[in-house]
């Protein structure tokens, strides 16, 4: 089964509302028995691409996931790439700066984990961080150390928001294809995931009072990830947002995506030229005495 994703990619230069984009969708399996049988299906495809990848060593991958609290970000990466060779996969959290980290460039820390050819990146909140949550937060802006012309700048969102396009655009040429996934949660279904991580005790370790505090900034958020979208997402880095109230659904178009991603390479083994293969007969002569 192959799930119609093009709906979920955010155009560039599109005006974002997200109050117009469905958190929940008609369910792509018909149980989950059937959800298994499909996730399944894309992790062995994923596990394929991925061994293609490794071999070109010509492309990588970054994967960035973005999105509220609660809205199932840990959960993504670990279905959707559980099927994937870890020496050729790393995953990165970023969480507050470290003092090293806020005397550099916004851009700085995550630069540093970028995957190498041949590899797939993922990264669990970005450099986006910086124009959300410093965006809704300016104290944490404040803290970073900025000249002051630059922090009175009248376009210095706009200016961020280049610097991370110039970024993916640079990247992009160098062989690094940058998928961008926003998990669209509801208000409603983030309270309920919230109740059952007080409920869970097994989950009691991801919730705390600062998650609240954040929640009530719900709608500045929304603000911020509307203007970071549309101005972000380009022909070759765009920005996806998945529906997130189901995280079956979510992981299903996920996996599609990145398929799709990787499919889009026309990847194959590097074939032997003549003189490899007069090498490889050599080595096998020299083996089967």
């Not at 970000?73 to 959290?93: E, L, R, T």
């Not at 980290?101 to 041949?118: I, Y």
């Not at 995280?247 to 889009?264: E, P, R, V, Y």
Request: one cysteine or more; a positive charge.
């Amino acid at each position: 089964m192959k799930t119609d994703c093009e709906g979920f990619r955010v155009a560039e230069g599109e005006k974002v509302e997200l109050a117009l984009r469905p958190t929940t969708i008609k369910p792509l399996y018909r149980s989950h028995k059937h959800y298994r049988a499909l996730i399944e299906e894309y992790i062995a495809e994923l596990s394929v691409q991925q061994s293609l990848l490794y071999a070109n060593n010509s492309h990588s991958l970054l994967l960035i996931f973005q999105a509220m609290d609660a809205a199932g970000k840990d959960s993504a990466i670990k279905h959707v790439m559980s099927g994937v060779n870890p020496q050729g996969c790393q995953v990165v959290s970023f969480k507050h700066p470290s003092t090293a980290e806020l005397a550099h460039d916004f851009l700085w820390r995550t630069t540093r984990c970028l995957p190498e050819r041949g590899q797939i990146g993922i990264f669990n909140r970005s450099y986006y961080e910086e124009v959300l949550i410093v965006r809704v937060q300016p104290e944490i802006l404040r803290s970073e150390g900025l000249p002051a012309e630059a922090l009175e700048a009248k376009d210095f969102w706009q200016q961020r928001y280049r610097s991370i396009s110039d970024l993916e655009r640079h990247l992009h040429h160098k062989g690094t294809r940058i998928i961008k996934f926003f998990l669209h949660l509801s208000k409603e279904e983030q309270r309920q995931r919230f109740l059952r991580r007080i409920d869970e005790p097994d989950k009691n370790w991801k919730f705390s009072m600062d998650d609240v505090e954040q929640r009530k900034a719900w709608t500045q958020y929304q603000e911020a990830y509307e203007a970071c979208l549309g101005a972000t997402s380009t022909i070759d880095s765009p920005w996806y947002a998945v529906p997130a109230d189901d995280k079956q659904n979510t992981h299903l178009i996920i996996s599609q995506i990145i398929l799709d991603a990787l499919k889009g390479l026309r990847m194959s083994y590097p074939q032997s030229d003549r003189a490899r293969k007069r090498e490889l007969q050599a080595i096998r002569k020299h083996l089967e005495k």
